[in-house]
């Protein structure tokens, strides 16, 4: 199957044909990751496959892969529009470096963070996570990123920061979307601390092993797998560790169809549909979905004793 592009934004010596990839993928299978990436040069994945399967973060989704072509072009980014089609077409024009990230609140190293600076440090990996929107459909993607976590441990939250803020960047005349007021801008979202510290949480810088593309939410965007998909914040500009539960614009929006949680749960429908089955993008039926997206296993004990009906 041959990828026309992968979005506007990315040279095309930087395109990625899913076929390629996936052969890749075959090949680091064989030879381990650490091999190739010795082999390329400075290619940024797992450094070790075995450890890539079997980290605490790092367990893979085994569905298919949803095409490049659909992860690229099937986007929820009103900040370039409403239609899924929108944040392809829209953000040809926007800008992603350089990038500063502000950290900021009850934290030892607040700063103004160049982009590279604050990555630098990392190892990045792939991981293969399920995204599953809210509005019941699915994707399979194989991010790039590196955990959450360590970002965190970086900067050495003080034991007053309970919640992690963040906030994407706010740039009118980039992002058409945000031309109009349709929405409270900038887009905000937040974690529960031990959310946020989870494994699983990822900060993506990438996504089949090119940069994020600007649909996606370039430079940077969190990706919390066992969340319904809003949660994601794409083009992370600030982070504030913070005492009490920050606003996320959904729950701001539509207090009663989207609450801070925001839990990937099949019981529990949505006030205008049922949540118990979802569409995986590519696929003709329907399939169950699961609870926790399928990573209960890894996160169930995080809401133990709490009432998900209330805490949806
Ligand atoms: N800043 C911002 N982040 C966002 C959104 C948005 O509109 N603005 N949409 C969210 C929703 S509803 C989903 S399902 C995911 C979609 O991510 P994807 O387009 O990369 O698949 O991004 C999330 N992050
Ligand atoms: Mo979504």
Same mark, same amino acid.
């Given at each position: 199957m041959l990828i026309r592009r992968g979005g506007p934004d990315i040279p095309s010596s930087e395109i990625t044909r899913e076929e390629d990839y996936l052969n890749r993928r075959e090949f680091i299978g064989r030879v381990g990751a650490g091999a190739l990436a010795a082999a390329?040069?400075? +290619?940024?994945?797992? %450094?070790d496959n075995a450890s890539a399967q079997?980290?605490?973060?790092?367990?893979?989704?085994?569905?298919p892969l949803t095409p490049l072509e659909s992860v690229t072009r099937y986007n929820n980014f009103y900040e370039f529009g409403?239609?899924?089609e929108d944040p392809y077409r829209n %953000?040809?024009?926007?800008?992603?470096?350089?990038w500063t990230v502000v950290v900021e609140g009850h934290v030892n190293k607040p700063a103004a963070y160049d982009l590279e600076d604050l990555i630098r440090p990392f190892t990045v990996e792939e991981r293969i996570y399920r995204l599953r929107c809210v509005e019941a459909w699915s994707m399979v993607i194989p991010w790039r990123g590196f955990p959450l976590r360590d970002l965190i441990n970086r900067v050495e939250p003080t034991s007053r920061a309970r919640f992690v803020a963040f906030e994407t960047i706010f740039r009118p005349a980039e992002m058409?979307?945000?031309? %109009?007021? +349709?929405?409270?801008?900038p887009y905000v979202e937040g974690l529960r601390m031990d959310e946020a510290m989870h494994p699983l949480t990822l900060i993506a810088t990438g996504l089949y092993n090119q940069n994020l593309p600007n649909q996606n939410g370039a430079p940077l965007r969190l990706v919390v797998?066992?969340?319904?998909?809003?949660?994601?914040?794409?083009?992370?500009v600030k982070i504030s560790f913070v005492e009490s539960q920050p606003p996320t614009t959904w729950n701001r929006m539509a207090p009663e169809e989207y609450g801070?949680?925001?839990? +990937?749960?099949?019981? +529990?429908?949505?006030p205008r549909w049922s949540q118990a089955r979802e569409r995986r993008i590519g696929e003709l039926l329907r399939r169950p979905t699961l609870m926790y997206n399928g990573y209960g296993d890894q996160v169930a004990s995080l809401y133990r004793g709490m009432n998900l009906v209330r805490n949806y």
């Open positions: 390329v040069g400075g +290619v940024s994945i797992a %450094s079997t980290a605490p973060g790092g367990r893979q989704s085994s569905d409403f239609d899924k %953000s040809g024009g926007f800008v992603p470096r350089p058409s979307g945000q031309r %109009s007021r +349709v929405m409270d801008w797998p066992w969340k319904y998909g809003f949660k994601s914040i794409k083009s992370i801070f949680y925001a839990n +990937v749960n099949p019981e +529990v429908d949505h």
